[in-house]
């Protein structure tokens, strides 16, 4: 139990409490804490940077006037009262299979302090700057690639194309860093970068050359190995690079050319649809966590112009991720999640000098996509007011969200963490999920 739950045992005791208070809190302690009968699942993170607005894509406020409410409309999904932008018809068909948080706020309107909230559920020490790349605390993703092992070699976490200011793995160490996609799939010639045999080197002299560095590293070393010698650090991303090199399951995962054409073209043929699919082989390779990073949702300017074009590709791809892995029965299991640091304001804005409306940062409302994991779908969690200013109903924080995450991945969010000097972190100072989606 936790001390809370101890704690009120103790005063239930006192105000006349009796064996079935004890049992009640049991349950309640049990449903709380991550069993261990329950199936892990992976996630794959659509981190969309920059700050999607949440009044264009699933908090429409139609009867909202004009300089709010914008220029697109809602429609309805396949779920009763429950609508989306008319630019994402293909999510409004499956709205089932994934619910929509409406109701998470924080107090970190830009995006250096946003990004490292969202991506870590603990708020930066310090005030830090838009431009800032800060990381305090480890990522959702180095969490997961430290709790828990992929197989064949492959590593825990992956990153694509690049990794997300505040994605790393701070005080975890380098081995726990993400695994960077950086080419494009989408391209006939596509390869991992470094994980494949150069053409003129045949298995045998690899092999040989593996032995010699093998007996250099039987050398003697000095320093202590637990202070996070950088050396060590090398050595393990070496030996990660040989594994994934040797392993047929590795390279297998990375075969996007082996998948059917019709697959590849759902997905859409650009680099972040074939990055989706990517995705996809990995975590059903087994990968607990992977990134999607989507740049370019930071819409001071021209916003509806330029999403009436974005919003149709994405709704094609992420619809389709979602449905693939249903049909494949990997969807209970894994989690698909589209955010970014927050949201925008209601009150269209044109910056000095700009004649197209856009909107700035805002963190008092924000909108999150979340399928899969064992989680219902079809549900609208929480409301935010008339004019999309404040999430008003059932209001929810960072801490909330990365937790349901981490009991999802099967990790404990109320573990207490040590630094190389000792320094206790907790890994969430609320870890309490968002109960509709467990």
């Known amino acids: 139990?936790?001390?809370?739950?101890?704690?009120?045992?103790?005063?239930?005791?006192?105000?006349?409490?009796?064996?079935?208070?004890?049992?009640?809190?049991?349950?309640?302690?049990?449903?709380?804490?991550?069993?261990?009968?329950?199936?892990?699942?992976?996630?794959?993170?659509?981190?969309?940077?920059?700050?999607?607005?949440?009044?264009?894509?699933?908090?429409?406020?139609?009867?909202?006037?004009?300089?709010?409410?914008?220029?697109?409309?809602?429609?309805?999904?396949?779920?009763?009262?429950?609508?989306?932008?008319?630019?994402?018809?293909?999510?409004?068909?499956?709205?089932?299979?994934?619910?929509?948080?409406?109701s998470v706020r924080h107090n970190q309107a830009n995006h250096g302090s946003g990004n490292h909230y969202m991506m870590t559920g603990a708020p930066p020490r310090i005030p830090v700057?838009?431009?800032?790349?800060?990381?305090?605390?480890?990522?959702?993703?180095?969490?997961?690639?430290?709790?828990?092992?992929?197989?064949?070699?492959?590593?825990?976490?992956?990153?694509?194309?690049?990794?997300?200011?505040?994605?790393?793995?701070?005080?975890?160490?380098?081995?726990?860093?993400?695994?960077?996609?950086?080419?494009d799939p989408n391209h006939k010639d596509f390869h991992v970068r470094d994980v494949e045999l150069p053409r003129d080197l045949p298995p045998d002299r690899f092999q040989s050359r593996r032995d010699l560095r093998q007996l250099v590293d039987r050398l003697p070393r000095y320093g202590d190995p637990q202070a996070n010698d950088p050396v060590t650090g090398y050595d393990e991303n070496v030996q990660q690079g040989y594994n994934l090199i040797m392993a047929p399951e590795a390279q297998k995962a990375f075969d996007?050319?082996?998948?059917?054409?019709?697959?590849?073209?759902?997905?859409?043929?650009?680099?972040?649809?074939?990055?989706?699919?990517?995705?996809?082989?990995?975590?059903?390779?087994?990968?607990?966590f992977v990134t999607l990073y989507d740049g370019g949702w930071d819409h001071h300017r021209d916003i509806f112009n330029v999403l009436s074009k974005r919003l149709p590709t994405w709704d094609q791809t992420v619809a389709a991720l979602i449905s693939d892995l249903d049909q494949r029965g990997l969807l209970e299991t894994t989690m698909v999640i589209a955010l970014g640091e927050f949201g925008r304001t209601p009150k269209i804005s044109?910056?000095?000098?700009?004649?197209?409306?856009?909107?700035?940062?805002?963190?008092?409302?924000?909108?999150?996509?979340?399928?899969?994991?064992?989680?219902?779908?079809?549900?609208?969690?929480?409301?935010?007011?008339?004019?999309?200013?404040?999430?008003?109903?059932?209001?929810?924080?960072?801490?909330?969200?990365?937790?349901?995450?981490?009991?999802?991945?099967g990790i404990d969010p109320n573990k207490i963490y040590h630094t190389p000097s000792g320094r206790p972190a907790h890994l969430v100072s609320d870890h309490t999920p968002i109960s509709e989606l467990m």
């Not at 329950?38 to 607005?53: A, E, Y």
Request: a positive charge; hydrophobic letters at 40%.
């Open 1 to 102: 139990m936790h001390r809370r739950t101890c704690l009120q045992l103790g005063l239930a005791g006192l105000a006349g409490g009796s064996f079935v208070d004890l049992l009640a809190l049991r349950r309640a302690a049990a449903a709380e804490a991550p069993g261990n009968d329950q199936p892990k699942s992976n996630c794959i993170l659509i981190w969309m940077d920059g700050g999607p607005s949440h009044l264009e894509t699933f908090d429409l406020k139609p009867e909202a006037p004009m300089e709010i409410r914008g220029e697109f409309r809602p429609i309805n999904t396949n779920v009763p009262g429950m609508q989306i932008c008319e630019h994402l018809p293909q999510l409004a068909k499956i709205a089932d299979k994934y619910s929509l948080i409406r």
């Open 129 to 183: 700057g838009c431009g800032a790349f800060v990381s305090f605390h480890p990522s959702l993703g180095s969490v997961a690639a430290y709790e828990r092992q992929a197989p064949h070699g492959l590593p825990s976490y992956f990153s694509m194309p690049n990794m997300s200011r505040s994605g790393g793995p701070n005080f975890l160490g380098a081995k726990y860093a993400p695994f960077v996609v950086a080419n």
């Open 256 to 288: 996007i050319h082996s998948e059917p054409e019709a697959v590849r073209d759902a997905y859409g043929r650009n680099g972040f649809g074939q990055r989706a699919l990517m995705a996809r082989r990995l975590v059903e390779a087994g990968v607990p």
């Open 350 to 409: 044109t910056l000095s000098g700009e004649s197209t409306p856009g909107r700035d940062h805002w963190a008092n409302a924000m909108s999150i996509l979340f399928a899969g994991g064992g989680s219902r779908g079809g549900q609208v969690i929480g409301a935010t007011d008339r004019q999309g200013h404040a999430a008003v109903e059932r209001v929810l924080s960072p801490e909330n969200y990365v937790s349901t995450v981490y009991r999802k991945l």
